[in-house]
């Protein structure tokens, strides 16, 4: 049996769902209900390990409130420009960061602080502890 990597437009598209469930504070289990299907399902779906048909991205964009533009936005496009990268798309870091439920509680805590002199201290703070858990790193 062989084993194919996902297609990195469906893991894309997997992490994009995954954020969303996360920021509207779903399980993968009532994702699964909505859409008639197991959490194994929604976790295949999430990984990119399974394809979702266009009828089932149709679908599960409503469940989510989002239109499906927003799975695919920032995403591969397996269109290279001159430089390799897509215009205005954010590194795969960035999407795999805020796919996690720590990535995006940081985010959401991070953007209700409204003084600019704390946020930067605060970026300062951990960039400090950043360095010091990877000093080979920088």
Sequence with gaps: ?????????????????????????MSQEKLGEALGLTFQQVQKYEKGTNRVGASRIQQISEILQVPVSFLFEGGPSGIASAGGFGEGT????????????EGLALTRAFTRITDAKLRRSIVELVEQIA???????R
Aim: net charge positive; charged share 25%.
């Design 1 to 25: 049996m062989s084993t194919k990597a996902p297609n990195p437009v469906d893991k894309y598209v997997g992490s994009r769902v995954r954020m969303r469930r996360i920021m509207l504070g």
């Design 90 to 101: 954010s590194p795969a870091y960035i999407s795999d960061f805020l796919a996690t439920s």
């Design 131 to 137: 360095t010091r858990e990877a000093p080979d790193r």
